[in-house]
């Protein structure tokens, strides 16, 4: 037998084989194809189970107005003080640039809260060049707000106290 003459055989069966699988697929289509109704009895039989293993109770997370009214606010200014203290103000005073007080160094604090709250505050929001270094306004943020500033050195003061 030649090459060409084994090619063409194996084209022809080649040929035959996919003609039969496109055959065996119409025939599974036209007998498999067709929709059937549902079960009455599966149907019912599948509430009857869901209906066994439903939970018993349930989770709800609600806020409680009572809960709400006892949580003192004072915890929710000290975490603002601490976030806008982490996102404006430890870039300086946790390394001390500028010669920052650093957060918690009693020592370094000591006479700027002798002066008075008001003092730090008004220093903090309209900044202040001293002997040895400088506050820049608002920390360098002027987006901040006088309340955002003022509960960031109540922070820093509570962290010394």
Not at 22 to 45: E, H, M
Not at 47 to 70: C, F, H, Y
Request: charged letters at 25%; glycine letters at 8%.
């Amino acid at each position: 037998m030649t090459d060409r003459a084994f090619m063409k055989s194996f084209l022809i069966l080649l040929a035959a084989l996919v003609a039969f699988t496109i055959l065996l697929f119409i025939i599974a289509q036209v007998i498999g194809g067709k929709a059937k109704s549902p079960d009455v009895a599966a149907t019912a039989d599948a509430k009857a189970v869901a209906e066994r293993i439903k939970p018993v109770g349930e989770v709800s997370v609600k806020t409680n107005p009572v809960m709400d009214a006892l949580i003192p606010t004072a915890k929710a200014a000290a975490n603002k003080g601490k976030a806008v203290y982490d996102a404006n103000c430890a870039a300086c005073h946790t390394a001390g640039v500028a010669f920052a007080p650093k957060l918690g160094d009693k020592a370094a604090w000591k006479a700027r809260i002798s002066k008075g709250k008001e003092t730090l505050y008004r220093n903090s929001i309209k900044g202040f060049k001293g002997e040895k270094g400088f506050m820049p306004a608002k920390g360098g943020n002027a987006g901040l707000a006088e309340a955002d500033v003022k509960a960031a050195v109540d922070y820093m003061i509570s962290k010394v106290k």
